[in-house]
């Protein structure tokens, strides 16, 4: 790919208050480029195309095909005029998810055979009938839904609900879906992927299985779905910029120590496999996430759980490290 990578992100000003709002930004490095900032300065000097939108990621993913390579000739310019308009250093900002409000959130079950594992050790799997060991051939993706006001930028602190005592983490890398379609087949999954980004399906095991409702599956609901349990960023790497994405370490430390250390080599079901399969219910719409499976090591695996004070970082390979600290709910 010609041209300087880049990245986009969200931010909020620090100390502007909850009503301040949030802006999308071009990323060089440390600096940020507020994206409204830069494309009146592009237009300016050089007129020509514009952006269909320059307040938020969301509204450039809804004409990806088109904005992307305009955003390239942006980032041109800026080096080449040695432009500073609207430049921050990228750190001093509040990170919010890249993708704010998307329109639906999927998330990957059990896609690392380490995963199916440890979770089949633990007793996570419901009595009765068949379990499944990560054979491929005999199944499907397994995808479940998550609120997408669960999202959290990726330095928040995540508070614990009340009373729950089995908080756990699952390290994930997420994409961001940048062009509409139904019925996708998987060898033109990532022409419908406008980029990824670093996330966490953190976790709530207390309500996960539900011993008052013993012949139901997980609760996927009281399992995954409170306040900030979805925390994403710090931004989007657009796709043409990820080498290949079936080759990243996915890594979670918590407190410093290292629980998860895996590769995306290692999914069962790709992401363009996972794209298949939803698109094959429903239409995929542009600002969709997909989050596609953790590896092993969680901390079902051990009953090891996470605690008030607790800080949890979470990397995957050239998409950026988040870092969350666990509170009590207010």
């Not at 939108?53 to 969301?58: M, N």
């Not at 305009?70 to 990228?90: D, H, M, N, P, Y």
């Not at 043409?240 to 120590?257: C, E």
Request: net charge neutral; with cysteine.
């Amino acid at each position: 790919m010609n041209g300087t990578t880049f990245k986009l992100a969200t931010f909020a000003k620090p100390n502007a208050g909850p009503n301040a709002k949030p802006f999308a930004a071009i990323v060089l490095g440390e600096q940020a480029v507020d994206l409204a900032a830069a494309h009146a300065a592009y237009r300016a000097a050089r007129g020509g195309q514009a952006l269909s939108a320059t307040d938020s990621i969301f509204g450039l993913l809804e004409d990806w095909e088109a904005n992307f390579p305009l955003l390239q000739e942006i980032v041109a310019f800026l080096e080449k005029e040695r432009s500073t308009a609207g430049t921050a250093a990228a750190p001093s900002l509040r990170a919010l998810p890249p993708v704010l409000r998307p329109g639906k959130m999927f998330y990957a079950a059990q896609n690392f055979q380490e995963h199916v594992d440890e979770m089949i050790r633990a007793g996570m799997t419901p009595a009765g009938g068949p379990k499944f060991t990560g054979e491929k051939s005999t199944t499907l993706p397994y995808l479940f839904l998550k609120a997408p006001s669960t999202l959290a930028g990726a330095f928040d602190d995540i508070a614990i609900p009340q009373g729950m005592k089995k908080i756990d983490w699952e390290a994930e890398i997420a994409l961001a879906i940048g062009k509409r379609g139904k019925r996708i087949k998987a060898e033109r999954a990532l022409e419908h992927v406008a980029g990824f980004m670093t996330t966490n399906d953190v976790s709530c095991r207390d309500l996960q299985i539900r011993s008052d409702r013993p012949a139901l599956r997980s609760d996927w609901l009281g399992g995954k779905s409170h306040d900030n349990f979805a925390p994403m960023g710090p931004w989007l790497v657009p796709r043409a910029f990820v080498g290949d994405h079936m080759n990243l370490f996915i890594r979670l430390t918590v407190n410093g120590a290292v629980k998860q250390n895996g590769n995306t080599s290692q999914f069962i079901f790709t992401p363009e496999e996972q794209i298949e399969y939803a698109s094959s219910m429903l239409t995929l719409e542009t600002g969709d996430i997909f989050s596609c499976g953790t590896c092993g090591g969680v901390g079902q695996g051990t009953h090891t759980f996470i605690n008030v004070g607790d800080v949890m970082e979470t990397e995957v390979e050239g998409l950026g490290k988040m870092r969350n600290k666990f509170v009590a709910e207010a």
